[in-house]
């Protein structure tokens, strides 16, 4: 019989959830997935340097196999540092891709649901430095040189430590092109996306005409970028390697800086830590000594 009251044709179907808490689930559930990508990463470069570090002279010149720690699997040393810069490459684009995806759903929670951000944001630092979620200025701070050493400063110094490392043996395919162009690419990623992530909207510019401190750090890292650039690719060489420098024939001043790279590979001190040439003293290179 009719009532006259209107009653819901499922009464037993629970109601639908909020599009913003929906929202927020994404959001967490992105940042979980980014969490273990990044953790991976890090095992990965941590891994990588402790075979850096590890590499000698008589196993360059030997070329012998280099034993990966806890595979205990030998693969060749040359292959080593052809193969493993560019996986590491790929793992650095992955992380990049998943924060810049992150960030998109971060950036837009941040402007239509402030007043929930440290309550329902999950706890990866990445997001909680992205929007500023914590008062503290040392909070802050450690947020801010977490995220900066892990995501792009470790990355580029590896690889060009890979490439110092290797330069001994040299190789014009090898340190010439695999490792230089590791490093430029890398840097290149790292330009594409940071920008993109830290921007609210996504797009490829900073805010320098209205914040001083943006315009600073953009002009710092576009000077430290080219730094890295001119190192890897003017003063990381081996002596008398084949290269054809199309400018330093013409300006004046590249020739002075070719002097100056001589007199700082010339150093003692550097000498100690970046050397240019094998150095296999004392070292046994026979099976039996005679």
């Known amino acids: 019989m009719y009532s006259g009251t209107a009653q819901r044709p499922y009464p037993f179907m629970p109601p639908e959830p909020d599009p913003l808490e929906k929202r927020w689930e994404s959001a967490n559930e992105s940042a979980r997935v980014a969490r273990g990508v990044h953790l991976t990463f ?36 040359v292959w080593f540092y052809v193969v493993v810069p560019w996986i590491f ?11 810049y995806l992150l960030s998109r759903k971060l950036h837009d929670l941040c402007r239509d649901d402030r007043k929930n951000l440290k309550s329902l944001l999950y706890p990866l630092p990445f997001s909680h430095w992205l929007v500023k979620s914590q008062e503290s200025r040392s909070a802050r701070i450690l ?55 830290m921007h609210a909207e996504g797009r490829w510019r900073f805010g320098f005409k209205r914040n001083f401190w943006a315009g600073f750090l953009f002009l710092t890292a576009l000077y430290l970028s080219f730094a890295i650039f001119r190192f890897s690719i003017w003063w990381a060489i081996y002596p008398d390697e084949k290269r054809v420098d199309l400018f330093s024939t013409y300006i004046a001043a590249w020739k002075w800086e070719e002097n100056q790279r001589e007199v700082f590979f010339e150093d003692e001190r550097v000498k100690e830590y970046i050397p240019r040439n094998l150095s296999v003293r004392d070292e046994i290179l026979v099976k039996e000594p005679p």
């Open 143 to 197: 947020l801010n040189l977490y995220v900066w050493t892990t995501t792009v400063i470790l990355p580029v110094t590896l690889l060009v430590w890979a490439q110092l490392r290797f330069l001994p043996y040299h190789s014009d395919w090898i340190t010439g092109y695999s490792h230089r162009w590791a490093v430029v690419v890398d840097l290149v990623l790292l330009w594409v996306f940071w920008p993109k992530i």
């Open 89 to 99: 490459i790929l793992l650095h684009l992955n992380l990049l891709l998943l924060f």
């Open 42 to 77: 890090l095992l990965v470069g941590v891994y990588f340097a402790i075979l850096i570090g590890s590499t000698t002279h008589k196993q360059l010149l030997m070329e012998s196999n280099i034993i990966l720690p806890l595979l205990s699997v030998g693969i060749p040393i």
